[in-house]
């Protein structure tokens, strides 16, 4: 007998503690006929089809997700005390009266602070030092007073320092509105310009923001305008249009402040525009777009340095360019490439110029210095993560840099360069966490095709490879975001339970160089699901973890390869945890005007062609979905995600639940007021993550109290 979406909500009113043996069957959703065709001729059939809403009003579908939502949480009702349990653990190692590293920018320290019990930041800036009276340039927890969600993208200071001019959203859609605030009277002007990124710049008459607008139905970054103080937002001038779809646009001023630069860039190329900030009417192409060539441009002195893949250079190369440069032929390389080392970014100082860089799977930053001298910043351990911080003048010796790993807590140094001296400004504070008490270690796991996968793990001092603990394996391998070793406040609270926490480093990643992004994307896709596997393997074979107690986590493509991997292996993992997950690739890869689809063809294929079209549908998790017996699940969603929409995992849930064999729970979570990111505010995420794990560590059989050694 199928459970009515009105009788579950009722059952959970009543059975709030009920055990989970006695709740009724899953929530039940209509199947309606609907054909899915490509361009040449395929058609697919989507009997959920009809669960997409993109103006999320249909009653129908909204009340199957009340009823996944009221399933969920009466499944959770016996967990509840571990679910408090975790919360109350993670937050308490939190420092709620926090703030920030300040940093100078144009005679003024900008940070920002935490107050003891609320969710939101205080951005604040002094005057000349840190002694100097506290101007509050936003309080963010009045602003969101009352909303489900609020997010402050961004701000910018006008170049006098008197203007501010802020993003915010309040759904979650990342669909931005601009206001402006005077800050010598406090006055907030009554213009606003919605329907924008976060991305803005100010022109040196501290009157003209230039912004850029969202296209209202994909969302796409489509157009740089400029608005000026006190003139009707309808009156704002298009500075750009990108007409190609497939392309991202971002805006912002160089190191020096000189120019102006207009970004746009895809999977496999980049365009940048610049204007002098002083006067910037024409903005001229720095080098014209060419297919294969990425190039990341900033100025200093009189010439720009520009990272580039230019010329073969796969892991990229640092190039110099005179001032008034147009074309590629002017570049003159710097810093060559090389086949062992990935150049990740760059920035500029007066007497010395730092780079990010990788080698072997881990961060390094390069010091280039005068006469062609270079050093590196030194490591503390062997698995870490290391790159640039707030770096915002130029005119210094001191180098700040971030440095953290599974077992140290997000440290801030400012280094040297002239003397070597460092200091440590500021590490995140961890209330009872002991650092000396875990271990951290890094391991090479062989994939099937014999290349070497790089996994960081960690784990309580006291933990013996025996195969019998639990263990949570996490990995993304999409886009070329590398996933690197740092602190989790939150993983604290397993390591404590006796579990394993492993970070796989898979193909579709930049961990190892470009090479490795390359062969994690398009028609390579499948390496990262089966990496993701084979390092599960080797795990459990060198007795990491008990084969019966894995659990594996991803979220957005990472949730797309927690779809793979249990279609592909199901019976190698006891949980899976799957957040906003990009797990219907086919169909929405086919619809163009869904947000981010254009611009990812190049990442995923465009199945328009039949070539990419027969790839992707061997993997995509919907499609694949088949008459086997799954692992427990615990997928989570927001219902205004602009990144991932919502009905990619409900329609993913509702097939799964028609298919599944199995006897294991599975569990969807809608967040109904927020979008890609989750809720906002500094503690309410983790409510969200206490409840998917304390979901884990149930069924992983691990104990609610923490274990000792």
């Given at each position: 007998?199928?459970?009515?979406?009105?009788?579950?909500?009722?059952?959970?009113?009543?059975?709030?503690?009920?055990?989970?043996?006695?709740?009724?069957?899953?929530?039940?959703?209509?199947?309606?006929?609907?054909?899915?065709?490509?361009?040449?001729?395929?058609?697919?059939?989507?009997?959920?089809?009809?669960?997409?809403?993109?103006?999320?009003?249909?009653?129908?579908?909204?009340?199957?997700?009340?009823?996944?939502?009221?399933?969920?949480?009466?499944?959770?009702?016996?967990?509840?005390?571990?679910?408090?349990?975790?919360?109350?653990?993670?937050?308490?190692?939190?420092?709620?009266?926090?703030?920030?590293?300040?940093?100078?920018?144009?005679?003024?320290?900008?940070?920002?602070?935490?107050?003891?019990?609320?969710?939101?930041?205080?951005?604040?800036?002094?005057?000349?030092?840190?002694?100097?009276?506290?101007?509050?340039?936003?309080?963010?927890?009045?602003?969101?007073?009352?909303?489900?969600?609020?997010?402050?993208?961004?701000?910018?200071?006008?170049?006098?320092?008197?203007?501010?001019?802020?993003?915010?959203?309040?759904?979650?859609?990342?669909?931005?509105?601009?206001?402006?605030?005077?800050?010598?009277?406090?006055?907030?002007?009554?213009?606003?310009?919605?329907?924008?990124?976060?991305?803005?710049?100010?022109?040196?008459?501290?009157?003209?923001?230039?912004?850029?607008?969202?296209?209202?139905?994909?969302?796409?970054?489509?157009?740089?305008?400029?608005?000026?103080?006190?003139?009707?937002?309808?009156?704002?001038?298009?500075?750009?249009?990108?007409?190609?779809?497939?392309?991202?646009?971002?805006?912002?001023?160089?190191?020096?402040?000189?120019?102006?630069?207009?970004?746009?860039?895809?999977?496999?190329?980049?365009?940048?525009?610049?204007?002098?900030?002083?006067?910037?009417?024409?903005?001229?192409?720095l080098a014209p777009r060419e297919r294969d060539v990425d190039y990341y441009?900033?100025?200093?002195?009189?010439?720009?340095?520009?990272?580039?893949?230019?010329?073969?250079?796969?892991?990229?190369?640092?190039?110099?360019?005179?001032?008034?440069?147009?074309?590629?032929?002017?570049?003159?390389?710097?810093?060559?490439?090389?086949?062992?080392?990935?150049?990740?970014?760059?920035?500029?100082?007066?007497?010395?110029?730092?780079?990010?860089?990788?080698?072997?799977?881990?961060?390094?930053?390069?010091?280039?210095?005068?006469?062609?001298?270079?050093?590196?910043?030194?490591?503390?351990?062997?698995?870490?993560?290391?790159?640039?911080?707030?770096?915002?003048?130029?005119?210094?010796?001191?180098?700040?840099?971030?440095?953290?790993?599974?077992?140290?807590?997000?440290?801030?140094?400012?280094?040297?360069?002239?003397?070597?001296?460092?200091?440590?400004?500021?590490?995140?504070?961890?209330?009872?966490?002991?650092?000396?008490?875990?271990?951290?270690?890094?391991?090479?796991?062989?994939?099937?095709?014999?290349?070497?996968?790089?996994?960081?793990?960690?784990?309580?001092?006291?933990?013996?490879?025996?195969?019998?603990?639990?263990?949570?394996?996490?990995?993304?391998?999409?886009?070329?975001?590398?996933?690197?070793?740092?602190?989790?406040?939150?993983?604290?609270?397993?390591?404590?339970?006796?579990?394993?926490?492993?970070?796989?480093?898979?193909?579709?990643?930049?961990?190892?160089?470009?090479?490795?992004?390359?062969?994690?994307?398009?028609?390579?896709?499948?390496?990262?699901?089966?990496?993701?596997?084979?390092?599960?393997?080797?795990?459990?074979?060198?007795?990491?973890?008990?084969?019966?107690?894995?659990?594996?986590?991803?979220?957005?493509?990472?949730?797309?390869?927690?779809?793979?991997?249990?279609?592909?292996?199901?019976?190698?993992?006891?949980?899976?945890?799957?957040?906003?997950?990009?797990?219907?690739?086919?169909?929405?890869?086919?619809?163009?005007?869904?947000?981010?689809?254009?611009?990812?063809?190049?990442?995923?294929?465009?199945?328009?062609?039949?070539e990419y079209y027969d790839y992707m549908i061997t993997y995509s998790p919907?499609?694949?979905?088949?008459?086997?017996?799954?692992?427990?699940?615990?997928?989570?969603?927001?219902?205004?995600?602009?990144?991932?929409?919502?009905?990619?995992?409900?329609?993913?849930?509702?097939?799964?639940?028609?298919?599944?064999?199995?006897?294991?729970?599975?569990?969807?979570?809608?967040?109904?007021?927020?979008?890609?990111?989750?809720?906002?505010?500094?503690?309410?995420?983790?409510?969200?993550?206490?409840?998917?794990?304390?979901?884990?560590?149930?069924?992983?059989?691990?104990?609610?109290?923490?274990?000792?050694?």
């Amino acid at each position: 007998m199928k459970t009515t979406f009105l009788s579950l909500a009722a059952l959970f009113l009543m059975t709030t503690n009920a055990p989970a043996a006695d709740l009724p069957p899953p929530p039940d959703v209509a199947k309606k006929p609907y054909e899915v065709k490509a361009p040449f001729g395929a058609s697919r059939s989507d009997e959920y089809y009809w669960l997409r809403d993109d103006k999320r009003e249909n009653k129908e579908m909204l009340a199957y997700l009340d009823a996944e939502n009221a399933y969920a949480t009466a499944f959770m009702a016996p967990l509840k005390p571990v679910e408090n349990k975790l919360y109350d653990e993670i937050v308490a190692r939190i420092k709620q009266d926090d703030s920030s590293v300040p940093f100078r920018e144009r005679g003024y320290w900008y940070y920002t602070r935490f107050e003891t019990g609320k969710d939101y930041p205080i951005h604040a800036r002094r005057k000349g030092t840190m002694e100097a009276p506290e101007e509050i340039l936003l309080d963010v927890n009045a602003m969101a007073a009352g909303k489900d969600y609020f997010n402050v993208a961004e701000y910018e200071i006008s170049p006098d320092n008197k203007i501010m001019a802020w993003t915010d959203d309040d759904v979650g859609r990342r669909q931005n509105t601009i206001r402006f605030k005077n800050l010598e009277t406090g006055e907030i002007y009554p213009e606003s310009i919605p329907g924008v990124a976060s991305y803005t710049a100010w022109a040196d008459d501290n009157k003209t923001l230039f912004y850029v607008e969202n296209d209202p139905e994909t969302l796409l970054t489509k157009r740089t305008k400029k608005h000026v103080l006190g003139t009707p937002v309808s009156q704002d001038v298009t500075v750009y249009e990108e007409a190609d779809d497939s392309f991202y646009m971002g805006i912002w001023r160089t190191r020096d402040d000189k120019f102006i630069c207009i970004d746009v860039g895809s999977t496999v190329m980049t365009e940048i525009r610049c204007a002098p900030a002083a006067d910037p009417k024409d903005f001229v192409v720095l080098a014209p777009r060419e297919r294969d060539v990425d190039y990341y441009a900033d100025h200093l002195g009189d010439r720009w340095v520009i990272r580039t893949n230019d010329g073969g250079a796969k892991n990229f190369k640092i190039v110099t360019a005179p001032d008034g440069s147009r074309s590629r032929k002017d570049w003159k390389d710097w810093v060559p490439h090389r086949d062992d080392v990935f150049i990740e970014d760059i920035e500029l100082f007066d007497g010395f110029t730092a780079i990010s860089e990788r080698s072997q799977g881990l961060e390094r930053l390069r010091l280039l210095k005068a006469g062609d001298k270079e050093e590196y910043v030194k490591a503390d351990e062997t698995a870490y993560s290391m790159g640039l911080s707030v770096n915002s003048e130029p005119d210094t010796d001191w180098l700040r840099y971030t440095y953290t790993s599974m077992t140290t807590p997000a440290t801030t140094y400012e280094l040297n360069t002239k003397t070597g001296e460092r200091r440590q400004l500021k590490q995140q504070p961890v209330i009872g966490y002991d650092p000396s008490k875990y271990a951290t270690e890094r391991v090479w796991a062989t994939a099937r095709d014999g290349t070497k996968i790089p996994v960081s793990l960690v784990y309580k001092k006291g933990f013996e490879k025996n195969g019998k603990a639990a263990m949570l394996q996490y990995a993304y391998g999409s886009y070329g975001n590398s996933m690197d070793p740092g602190f989790s406040i939150v993983n604290v609270s397993l390591l404590d339970r006796g579990m394993v926490y492993a970070l796989a480093h898979i193909r579709g990643g930049q961990e190892m160089g470009r090479k490795w992004y390359d062969d994690g994307k398009l028609f390579n896709k499948k390496n990262t699901f089966t990496d993701f596997i084979d390092v599960t393997d080797f795990l459990v074979k060198e007795g990491y973890a008990a084969k019966d107690r894995v659990a594996a986590y991803g979220g957005s493509a990472g949730g797309l390869l927690m779809g793979a991997i249990t279609n592909m292996a199901p019976e190698k993992y006891r949980v899976i945890l799957s957040q906003v997950p990009f797990v219907d690739v086919v169909t929405t890869m086919l619809d163009p005007s869904i947000p981010l689809t254009t611009n990812e063809y190049d990442e995923w294929g465009n199945p328009e062609k039949k070539e990419y079209y027969d790839y992707m549908i061997t993997y995509s998790p919907y499609d694949n979905l088949k008459k086997q017996a799954y692992p427990a699940i615990f997928v989570g969603t927001g219902l205004w995600d602009s990144q991932v929409q919502y009905w990619e995992p409900a329609k993913y849930v509702a097939r799964l639940r028609d298919l599944d064999t199995g006897t294991q729970p599975v569990l969807f979570r809608t967040n109904m007021d927020a979008g890609h990111g989750g809720k906002s505010g500094r503690f309410r995420k983790y409510r969200e993550q206490s409840e998917m794990f304390a979901f884990m560590l149930d069924q992983l059989g691990v104990g609610a109290t923490t274990a000792t050694h």
